[in-house]
Structures are given as structure tokens and as C-alpha cells.
């Protein structure tokens, strides 16, 4: 989703989590770094929220900058 603040924030909704799950996080944190990196695309962060209840305060971080770019939210 695109935030007002220009940022395009990438969020899975994961409640259980395998192993091929935290594979697949690492490799979105590092795509999201290669994209910001090459820097033709805008600003890029993925997030794992855990918890629904947890998500406007999960966007709220990423729309105010305090989120990094790859992160996960419990």
C-alpha cells in the first residue's frame, strides 16, 4: 500500500509462522533493500503483522518514519 508519506509499504498478516514463512520475510527485506537501494522506485518497507489488532499502530509507525525497513510486528 502507498502511505500518504510516499512510502509503499509491503504487509503480510501472519498469524502462525513455518520456516519456508521466515524465508520468504528474508527475502522480502531483501528485495525491499535492493529496491530502496537502487533508489529509482521511491521509499519500500515490508512488515509481518501478527496480531490485527496491531496493524493501525503498524501503519501509524511506518506513516510517522519510526519503522525499518523490513520488520516484523507482534
Known amino acids: ?8 509499504l509491503i504487509v ?10 521466515r524465508q520468504k520475510h ?3 527485506g531483501r ?3 535492493a529496491v ?7 521509499r519500500w518497507a515490508f512488515v509481518v503483522c501478527k496480531e490485527t489488532a496491531a496493524l493501525p ?3 501509524e509507525k511506518y506513516y510517522t518514519g519510526s519503522g525499518r525497513d523490513h520488520s516484523v510486528a507482534r
Open 12 to 21: 503480510e498478516i501472519k498469524g502462525y509462522e513455518t520456516e519456508q514463512d
Open 36 to 42: 530502496n537501494n537502487a533508489g529509482r522506485w521511491g
Open 26 to 28: 528474508t527475502a522480502a
Open 1 to 8: 500500500m502507498k502511505l500518504a508519506n510516499s512510502l509503499t
Open 57 to 59: 499502530k503498524v501503519l
Open 31 to 33: 528485495w525491499v533493500a
